[in-house]
Each structure stands twice: as structure tokens, then as C-alpha cells.
């Protein structure tokens, strides 16, 4: 762990450190089971492989995933990059292998797939985000306080405090809330790994669920032409650096934003409608798929105890349910599908390059998530302490 820290199952850190940022290495750490990472039986290959430096591991998780992203999309499901990617790196890891996936290869995903979206915004869409600002707040309440009552039910039927499953069910930032349980002395690990199963179950749920939905209602026009390799290129760059930028002023989900904001200026600057290409969408989602599959350790879902992990998988579709409602009754002023993504309790950029995959107006899904984010940003704290005098 990180300067000697270790995140143990069901304490709280020191008083000393309640007030300390969490950083993205801490959370993966936490995921992997406290410092030390799976420890498979002495001589077993896992161990091997787990001893080896972290270019040979995460270069070999990496290749793994890019393998089983392109055996999905023999498959026809939707993000075949992501959830093959995923599917295949979670598999290897419950079996003790750690592939060790440096933050930045996530973070990288996170500013193409941002890219992509913000270059399909346009002037007719940006009009109608204004326009439905006021909606996109109501829905962002709505979903915040779904999850909180919902963390009551999840606090009651896995045994852990209401703190923790307070910021496991907040739809957040992974980090961002492990950060937040770590101030107010909540189980970071139990956060951590709820967040990240919320994430995978949303992944695996709702693209196969909407596609069959589109498909029964004719979806939406065909993307339009690709990008260039260099405009992609210089695209990018632009958005790498105003991505560090962001990080510098602490912007909440900086690398998504500035490659988002990068997106959207080269969209607009265009003459006609362009799209990203193939190969930079099969980046994003490959490059978030194998670093969500790759924190999934057996030895930590495990030591979460026997109803951990069905009570967050139970917890996490009924919050899931409570969005899939706020959606319908939102679906006068935004189509069903859409409204659907929007909603849905993140995260951000695995929704959006959905809507993407879709034909979806991703630029909408993406805004409505940016509106919840703030809204999470500036409510969670003062909410918890409410529900902390209430409780």
C-alpha cells in the first residue's frame, strides 16, 4: 500500500488520516485485497507470473484483452470491445493473477472515449442540452436519492455499517467515493468493490437489454464519416493536455472531460458531421474493460463475506430498476432509450460509448451524467452527514 498504508477489512484508518485524498493506486490496492495482492499457494504459476515486473504483466493483461474484445465481436453483442476485454481479464484474475494495469492505460480510455462523443456534438444538440438542464438536475436528484435509500437495504442484508453502504451505492466516481468513505471512516474496500461491481453489472445489463430494444425501434441514423488519422491525432493531443490540465484544478473525471471538451471543439469546427474512427472506439472500451476486469480478486470478494457480493448485485438492479423509472417518466422529452442511458447509475464513459455503439445521442447521455457527477460532487458530503443525524 502506498506509503505503508493498509486498508483492512471492515476498520477505519487512523484519525490522523481521515482527512487524506485517495489516490487511483490506493483504490487498486484496496480492490486487490488490502497491500498485499492475491497470494495464490507457493509455487503455483500464479505467483510466478504475479512475481514478474509490471511491463510483462500488464502488457500480457493487456494483449489478453484485446484478444477477447476481437473474439467478441464475432459474437454480435454490443461493446464487444469492452466486455470481451473485460469478461476475459476478470476470468484470469478471480484465479489469482495480477496483471497489475498501470491508472494511465484507463485514463487514456477515458480521453478517447470522451474524444469520441464530443465529436458528435453539434450545434442542434447542444441547444437541446440547454434546454433540458432543468430535467437533467431532477434526474441526477432523483437517482442520488434512489441510492440512498437503497444503501439502507444494502447496510441491512450484508451486515456492513450504513456508512459504507452509504457511499457504496452513491452513484459516483470510484475514486471519488473511496475517497469520501476514507474521510468520513468508512470501509474503503467495501466501497471500492461495490462501485466496481455496479460498474461491470451496468456494462453487462443494460447495452444487451437497449440493443434489443433499438433494434425492435429502428435506432437511429448511421454514424457519420470517420476522422482522419491526423485530425485524430492532433485531436487527441489536445485533449491529453487539457486532460492534465484538469487534473491539475482537480475537475472531477478530468481525462473523460478534456477529451470530451477536445471532441466537441473539433466537431464543431468541422464543415460536415465526423465521427471517430473504429480503431480509437475499440481503444476506449478495451483500454476500460481490462482495468475493470483486472481489479476483480478472488481473495478479496471473499473476504467480503458470503452475502456481500449477491447483495450488491441485488442492490445494484434495484437501483438500477429506480432509474429505469426515472427514464420512463422522463421519456416525454428525451427518446426512451436515451433516457434510459442517461439515467442509468453510471459510470459515465462506459454509458456514453454505449450510447455511442447505439446511435444513441451520446453527447445528451454524456451531459446528463456530467450534471450528476456535479451534483454528487457538491451533495454527497452534506447528504451524508443529514442521513448520518437522521439514521
Known amino acids: 500500500m502506498k506509503n505503508g498504508r493498509e486498508l483492512e477489512i471492515g476498520t477505519a484508518p487512523p484519525a490522523h488520516l481521515a482527512a487524506a485524498p485517495i489516490e487511483d493506486e490506493?483504490?487498486?490496492?484496496?480492490?486487490?485485497?488490502?497491500?498485499?495482492?492475491s497470494s495464490p499457494r507457493s509455487g503455483a504459476p500464479q505467483e510466478r507470473f504475479n512475481a514478474l515486473p509490471v511491463p510483462v504483466t500488464a502488457g500480457t493483461g493487456v494483449l489478453i484483452a484485446a484478444l477477447g474484445g476481437y473474439l467478441a465481436t464475432t459474437t454480435g453483442i454490443p461493446l464487444p470491445w469492452l466486455l470481451g476485454a473485460l469478461f476475459t481479464t476478470a476470468?484470469?484474475?478471480?484465479?489469482?493473477?495480477?496483471?497489475?494495469?498501470?491508472?494511465?492505460?484507463?485514463?487514456a480510455g477515458q480521453v478517447v472515449a470522451g474524444f469520441a462523443v464530443g465529436v458528435l456534438f453539434t450545434p442542434e444538440v447542444g441547444y437541446r442540452v440547454l434546454q433540458?438542464?432543468?430535467?437533467?438536475?431532477?434526474?441526477?436528484?432523483?437517482?442520488?436519492?434512489?441510492?440512498?435509500?437503497?444503501?439502507?437495504?444494502m447496510a441491512r442484508i450484508t451486515g456492513c455499517d450504513r456508512k459504507s453502504a452509504f457511499f457504496a451505492m452513491i452513484p459516483g466516481g470510484l475514486a471519488e467515493m473511496a475517497g469520501l468513505a476514507h474521510q468520513f471512516g468508512a470501509n474503503i474496500t467495501a466501497v471500492s468493490v461495490s462501485q466496481s461491481l455496479r460498474i461491470v453489472i451496468l456494462v453487462v445489463t443494460v447495452p444487451p437489454a437497449l440493443t434489443m430494444l433499438v433494434g425492435?425501434?429502428?435506432?437511429?441514423?448511421?454514424?457519420?464519416p470517420a476522422l482522419g488519422a491526423p485530425w485524430l491525432a492532433g485531436g487527441l493531443i489536445v485533449a491529453a493536455l487539457l486532460s492534465i490540465l484538469l487534473v491539475r484544478l482537480r475537475v472531477f473525471n478530468a481525462f473523460l472531460i478534456g477529451?470530451?471538451?477536445?471532441?466537441?471543439?473539433?466537431?464543431?469546427?468541422?464543415?460536415?458531421?465526423?465521427?471517430?474512427?473504429?480503431?480509437?472506439?475499440?481503444?476506449?472500451?478495451?483500454?476500460?474493460?481490462?482495468?475493470?476486469?483486472?481489479?476483480?480478486?478472488?481473495?478479496t470478494l471473499r473476504a467480503m463475506g458470503l452475502r456481500f457480493l449477491p447483495a450488491t448485485v441485488l442492490c445494484t438492479l434495484l437501483l438500477l430498476l429506480a432509474n429505469v423509472g426515472l427514464a420512463w417518466m422522463m421519456s416525454g422529452h428525451v427518446p426512451?432509450?436515451?433516457?434510459?442511458?442517461?439515467?442509468?447509475p453510471g459510470g459515465v464513459a462506459e454509458m456514453s460509448l454505449?450510447?455511442?455503439?447505439?446511435?444513441?445521442?451520446?453527447?445528451?447521455v454524456t451531459a446528463w451524467h456530467l450534471v450528476r457527477i456535479v451534483l454528487v460532487a457538491v451533495l454527497t458530503a452534506p447528504l451524508f452527514r443529514l442521513y448520518s443525524r437522521v439514521a
Open 91 to 107: 476470468a484470469i484474475a478471480l484465479l489469482g493473477v495480477t496483471f497489475r494495469i498501470p491508472t494511465w492505460i484507463r485514463q
Open 216 to 224: 425492435s425501434t429502428g435506432g437511429h441514423a448511421a454514424h457519420p
Open 336 to 344: 426512451y432509450a436515451t433516457a434510459v442511458l442517461a439515467t442509468s
Open 26 to 37: 490506493e483504490v487498486d490496492d484496496a480492490l486487490a485485497g488490502g497491500a498485499g495482492h
Open 354 to 364: 454505449t450510447a455511442e455503439a447505439l446511435n444513441l445521442i451520446a453527447p445528451l
Open 132 to 153: 433540458l438542464g432543468w430535467l437533467m438536475v431532477l434526474g441526477g436528484l432523483g437517482s442520488i436519492l434512489a441510492s440512498v435509500a437503497i444503501s439502507v437495504l
Open 259 to 299: 477529451g470530451l471538451a477536445a471532441g466537441i471543439a473539433m466537431g464543431l469546427s468541422m464543415p460536415a458531421p465526423v465521427s471517430a474512427p473504429d480503431y480509437a472506439r475499440a481503444f476506449a472500451q478495451v483500454a476500460i474493460g481490462v482495468a475493470l476486469g483486472a481489479k476483480f480478486q478472488w481473495i
